[in-house]
C-alpha cells in the first residue's frame, strides 16, 4: 500500500530525556527521507532528512537512522527541551508525491 | 530564506460555493503541490503539478477540484461546490527537483484555514 506507518502517536518524556519516533515505508524504491516539526497552528516545517545512501545523520540534538532492508527510520531527540514539543511527521516519496505519516505529538515535560 | 506565500490565511465561505486558494510558490521551483490537514489529523497530499499538468492526484481531489498556474508565479486550487467536509488547512508547497529520484524536500507554505458552513 501507500501508507506511511509512524509509532508512536504520542510521547511524552521529561526535560532532558531522548525521543525516539518510527516511520515504515512500503516502496523499496524510496532514497529520500524528510522529518517535519509542525507547531500548533503552523505549517510543516523541515528539521531533518536522510538519503538513502547513508545509515545516520545527526545535525545538533536531533539524528535520524535509516534502515533500508527493514524498510524504516527513525528520528532520535536527544536532551529534550520544552520547545521541542510539537508534533513531528516522517515523510516517504512515492510517485510524485510525499506520504506523511500520521504524526507523533511530542509531548516535554519540564 | 524564501518562502512560499499563501492568501488568504483564513477564509469562511458557505456550503456550495466556490473557493480559490492562492499560493506564490518560490520562484526557482518547478513542482508544486497541494496537501491538506484536517485539525489534529495529518497531512494528506491533494495534488502534484509540473510543466503545467497535474503530476498525480488523490482520490480526494475530484471534479470538485481543480488547480491552475495562471502566470509566472501563482499556484492556485479552486474548489468548485464546497462542502462541509471541506473545512481543513490547505497547505501549498513546492520543491526544486523531482524527489522520487533526487531527492529534494518540500517547503510549505503557512496554510489557508478553509470553514465551510
Known amino acids: 500500500g501507500e501508507n506511511v506507518e509512524q509509532h508512536p502517536s504520542t510521547l511524552s518524556v521529561q526535560e532532558g530525556d531522548s525521543a525516539v519516533i518510527k516511520c515504515t515505508y512500503s516502496?523499496?524504491?524510496?532514497?529520500?527521507f524528510p522529518w517535519y516539526k509542525q507547531e500548533l497552528g503552523k505549517r510543516p516545517q523541515l528539521i531533518i532528512d536522510?538519503?538513502?545512501?547513508?545509515g545516520e545523520k545527526k545535525d545538533q540534538r536531533i539524528a535520524v537512522t535509516l534502515n533500508k532492508t527493514a524498510k524504516h527510520f527513525s528520528l532520535h531527540i536527544t536532551e529534550t527541551q520544552p520547545e521541542d514539543s510539537a508534533v513531528y511527521f516522517c515523510?516517504?516519496?512515492?510517485?510524485?508525491?510525499?506520504?506523511f505519516g500520521t504524526g507523533t505529538r511530542l509531548k516535554v515535560l519540564a | 530564506e524564501p518562502e512560499v506565500t499563501q492568501t488568504p490565511s483564513h477564509q469562511v465561505t458557505q456550503m456550495g460555493q466556490e473557493v480559490i486558494l492562492r499560493c506564490v510558490p518560490i520562484?526557482?521551483?518547478?513542482?508544486f503541490y497541494w496537501y491538506r490537514q484536517i485539525l489534529g489529523q495529518k497531512v494528506e497530499f491533494l495534488v502534484s503539478?509540473?510543466?503545467?499538468?497535474?503530476?498525480?492526484k488523490s482520490e480526494i481531489f475530484d471534479d470538485q477540484f481543480s488547480v491552475e498556474r495562471p502566470d509566472g508565479s501563482n499556484f492556485t486550487l479552486k474548489i468548485r461546490s464546497t462542502k462541509l467536509e471541506d473545512s481543513a488547512m490547505y497547505f501549498c508547497?513546492?520543491?526544486?527537483?523531482?524527489?522520487?529520484?533526487?531527492?529534494?524536500?518540500?517547503?510549505f507554505g503557512n496554510g489557508t484555514r478553509l470553514t465551510v458552513t
Open positions: 508547497a513546492s520543491s526544486d527537483s523531482r524527489q522520487y529520484w533526487v531527492g529534494s524536500p518540500l517547503h
Open positions: 516502496d523499496s524504491a524510496s532514497n529520500y
Open positions: 536522510i538519503r538513502s545512501n547513508v
Open positions: 515523510a516517504a516519496p512515492r510517485a510524485y508525491k510525499y506520504i
Open positions: 520562484s526557482n521551483h518547478l513542482y
Open positions: 503539478f509540473y510543466n503545467n499538468e497535474i503530476s498525480e
